[in-house]
């Protein structure tokens, strides 16, 4: 994604998950959307989460990926572009693993 315009649809798909998320989500963990990887043709999103605590993760991502069509229904609600990019989530292990070196550069 080289042009302003997919860079301003990337961002705006990745407020608007983190919105139907925090509206939608139980507060029992914290699930953060830390990056939307839009594929080139912008007919795809996959959208990059993290979740605290550790043990709540399995929770999470079942819970977005059963209300993954609601979550494309709330975003085009709001986006309007023509098609609407199909969705999926994944954990993001980078940021997991960005966590456990600072984890482990703390402690030593």
């Known amino acids: 994604m080289s042009n302003f315009r997919d860079i301003k649809i990337e961002n705006r798909v990745k407020e608007l998950s983190a919105s139907f998320i925090e509206r939608e989500a139980s507060p029992s963990s914290?699930?953060?959307?830390?990056?939307?990887l839009m594929s080139k043709d912008s007919?795809?999103?996959?959208?990059?989460?993290?979740?605290?605590?550790?043990?709540k993760e399995n929770a999470a991502y079942g819970f977005i990926k059963r209300n993954l069509g609601e979550m494309r229904k709330y975003?085009?609600?709001?986006l309007k572009i023509?098609?609407?990019?199909?969705l999926d989530v994944e954990i993001d292990e980078g940021e997991k693993n960005r966590q456990k070196i600072d984890e482990l550069l703390n402690n030593s």
């Not at 914290?30 to 939307?36: E, F």
């Not at 007919?43 to 043990?55: D, R």
């Not at 023509?82 to 199909?86: D, L, R, S, T």
Request: charged residues 20%; hydrophobic residues 45%.
């Open 30 to 36: 914290l699930i953060t959307v830390t990056r939307v």
């Open 43 to 55: 007919k795809k999103a996959k959208i990059m989460i993290s979740v605290l605590p550790k043990e």
């Open 75 to 78: 975003i085009s609600s709001s």
């Open 82 to 86: 023509n098609p609407i990019p199909f």
